[in-house]
């Protein structure tokens, strides 16, 4: 009589092959391991881990870019207080009650104003990169593939940009015409504000879309390559008493097998 143990051997690899998938699927938390596993999945997978990367550092790339334009919010609000303080000197010496001297006192702040919004203008900066005086437009990769950028409108608000370089109110007749350059030159400003003011809400809400779809991404990711763990944890019981039960047949029919041989002896 021949008892034929290759099944029993067969289901032994087979179960415990299974039952070992389940343990590291249970250890590693993922469905996913190696190619073999889904590679079908897999493939998805690696697309959509090199599309959340992408969507992660766009989403740097608008803070960073929130963050320039906070600086060049900056240097426009101060040139801003400037040019305010610039039009009420122009106002008072204007005044026809002012002496030549008392216009002089005047224009030494006046100039000085100046001088310091050609500076501000100058200086301001993002990571070594002028952001007030003109120039080209700044490109903002604002998405994960080619083409999504947002532009940022080149900025310039030196003193020949906003018509004040000359400005001077040694004289009545010049301070009057030095009040019509700072109205013009505040209202240039004003709408350099309003052009930074509406990048800045225009970035936050695609800062605000790109965190939604890096968790959406995230999200698809988990769903194909992690463990579901009360799935896997059952499958790792089942197997393991399948194991044990092909274990034991295995041990019963090799003992029967031996006392065949024995009574054959």
């Known amino acids: 009589m021949a008892i034929d ?9 087979a179960y415990n092959t299974q039952f070992s998938k389940s ?3 249970l250890s590693t938390g993922r469905r996913i391991n190696r190619a073999s596993d889904n590679p079908a999945g897999l493939a998805i997978v690696e697309k959509l881990n090199a599309q959340l990367k992408g969507i992660e550092q766009a989403e740097r790339n608008i803070r960073q870019g929130m963050g320039m334009l906070q ?3 900056g240097g426009i609000s101060t040139i801003g207080e400037a040019l305010g303080r610039m039009r009420e000197l122009a106002v008072q010496a204007a005044s026809g009650e002012l002496t030549a001297e008392d216009r002089a006192v005047l224009n030494q702040e006046f100039q000085e104003l100046g001088a310091e919004v050609g500076r501000i203008s100058e200086t301001t900066e993002y990571n070594r990169q002028g952001l007030l005086e003109g120039g080209s437009a700044t490109n903002i990769q604002a998405g994960p593939n080619a083409g999504q950028q947002i532009t940022v409108a080149a900025i310039n608000v030196t003193p020949d940009a906003l018509g004040i370089s000359t400005a001077d109110i040694s004289t009545q007749e010049q301070a009057g015409s030095a009040l019509s350059s700072i109205d013009t030159a505040i209202e240039r400003v004003s709408q350099e504000q309003a052009k930074v003011g509406a990048a800045e809400n225009r970035f936050s809400f695609a800062a605000e879309s790109l965190s ?3 968790e959406n991404t995230a999200s ?11 799935l896997e944890a059952a499958a790792a019981i089942r197997n393991r008493i399948l194991l044990q039960s092909s274990v034991s047949s295995l041990l019963k029919a090799n003992t029967e097998k031996g006392r065949i041989i024995n009574l054959m002896g």
């Open 71 to 73: 600086v060049a919010e």
């Open 5 to 13: 143990t290759s099944f029993s051997t067969r289901a032994i690899e």
């Open 220 to 230: 698809s990711i988990s769903t194909i390559a992690d463990a579901d763990y009360a």
């Open 212 to 214: 939604v779809a890096a």
């Open 23 to 25: 343990l590291e699927r």
